[in-house]
């Protein structure tokens, strides 16, 4: 390298060494042009070269080694994102052979294949119920990290068992598409009422800008039971079988640092459903949101606001499902309520509503006198917060103004605080104290210390 000989960190060895703490070392490092001439994988078995072609190309595009290195990181991290390595390990050499350049490099990935089959098992936490998650997994079927999944679930109020399908497009893993079979038998006694779907469905997954997308479509058979005899007339009325097929439309921006703890950032999630055009029972056009905003204050506190709300129309005249409503309350929404116990209700069997919405306002901050900071400590938060939401059915010849009026009406509101438990990065425990207002006949209330486990809160 004859632009680099009188640098005092370049060593012209197989193997780069380099100190990137001083400053003058790295800025020098930065200006040293080279070409990447080869870039080879090994340890390939049944993973086609081709795919890989698509996650590695960018490194061919480096012009000095600082930028080699960073390009083979992102690199690696792709590869490893495909889900079909269980490692990677990148080496940089000097090209040698006959085309060998003087300031030629050649990039090396060794790779670790992932076993044909592999099993896990482990336990989930859903919105106040967990389970115990036993699942077979053949990764990299035909080469182009495509995956089948086999899943048995049994929790708490849930069981279910499914066979997936997943499959990437080449250079773009997060175009996927995901075809599902499945069996789910749920139990809701807040409305007394029993449920096992039997279904299948093809999910396409896409970015589109800073925007991500998911289209589906969802076909099943439905059987509705009441779970107790004592339940109303009004669930022994909806039980029977009905079959359901609809297309929804996912669109999603989250720029959030963090799904459970985000102290800056924010979250809009719109949802659209519409049943019945490819045929069932259920015929409706439904429509929600979620909304989140963070922002981050004083002494690490952070200040969250969110907002949810949706509305259900049926079509053609027949009555919604109650399987299809939207239900509220409980330590994921509004706190120091019962679990989905707001809104209509027959003989204490809490039925849903076709329109509902939830707003809610936090302060976190860290633990007093901050124990075990930097470590342990950091899992939990305080929590205070403010919690509002209106649950009822409409009746679609009124107009806007009238739902408005009817959604503003009877509003349940609560405030408290409590202590925060992340767990990983994927759900979180709560422990409050709450004092629920605004309280209606019917209504269950929580009035005082109310657990909640879940991966989406309000």
Excluded at 1 to 11: L, V
Excluded at 272 to 291: H, I, V
Aim: hydrophobic letters at 35%; aromatic letters at 12%.
């Amino acid at each position: 390298y004859p632009e680099c000989k009188d640098q005092p960190h370049f060593k012209p060895t197989q193997t780069f060494q380099c100190d990137f703490t001083p400053a003058r070392q790295l800025s020098s490092l930065s200006t040293c042009t080279v070409v990447v001439q080869h870039v080879n994988i090994q340890g390939l078995g049944r993973t086609k070269e081709d795919l890989l072609g698509y996650e590695i190309s960018e490194v061919f595009h480096a012009k000095n080694l600082i930028d080699v290195m960073k390009r083979a990181h992102i690199a690696r991290l792709r590869l490893l994102r495909l889900g079909v390595f269980k490692e990677v390990e990148v080496l940089i050499d000097t090209s040698e052979g006959k085309d060998a350049l003087p300031n030629g490099l050649d990039v090396t990935f060794e790779v670790t294949e992932i076993k044909r089959l592999t099993g896990s098992y482990n336990t989930m936490v859903g919105n106040n119920e967990g389970s115990m998650v036993l699942g077979l997994k053949l990764p990299n079927v035909f080469g182009r990290a495509e995956k089948l999944t086999f899943q048995f679930s049994y929790g708490t109020k849930e069981t279910s068992y499914g066979l997936s399908f997943f499959k990437p497009q080449p250079g773009y893993f997060e175009r996927n598409l995901t075809l599902n079979l499945y069996k789910v038998t749920g139990q809701f006694p807040w409305s007394s009422l029993k449920e096992t779907d039997r279904g299948l469905s093809a999910e396409l997954n896409f970015p589109l800008g800073a925007t991500s997308h998911t289209l589906k479509w969802e076909g099943v058979w439905r059987e509705l039971g009441c779970l107790a005899r004592s339940a109303s007339f009004a669930v022994r009325e909806e039980s029977g079988h009905s079959l359901k097929s609809a297309l929804s439309h996912t669109m999603s921006i989250d720029s959030r640092n963090s799904a459970i703890f985000p102290n800056r950032g924010a979250l809009l999630r719109i949802n659209q459903e519409l049943a019945g055009y490819t045929g069932g029972d259920a015929s409706f056009l439904k429509e929600d949101f979620e909304l989140q905003l963070n922002r981050q204050l004083f002494w690490d506190s952070v200040l969250s606001a969110s907002l949810w709300g949706g509305m259900l129309h049926p079509i053609g005249g027949k009555p919604s499902c109650i399987a299809d409503r939207f239900y509220l309350g409980g330590p994921t929404s509004v706190r120091g309520f019962g679990m989905y116990s707001i809104g209509p209700q027959s003989e204490g069997d809490y039925l849903g509503g076709e329109a509902y919405w939830a707003g809610g306002l936090h302060l976190y901050t860290p633990l007093p006198f901050r124990p075990g900071k930097g470590g342990f400590g950091d899992l939990f938060r305080t929590h205070f917060f403010l919690n509002a939401g209106n649950l009822c059915n409409l009746n679609y010849g009124e107009g806007p103004q009238a739902h408005l009026q009817r959604l503003a009406e009877c509003i349940r509101w609560s405030y408290g605080a409590g202590i925060v438990l992340r767990l990983g990065n994927i759900a979180r425990l709560e422990l409050n104290y709450c004092v629920p207002m605004g309280v209606q006949s019917g209504d269950r209330i929580c009035d005082g210390v109310q657990f909640g486990a879940g991966i989406r809160f309000l």
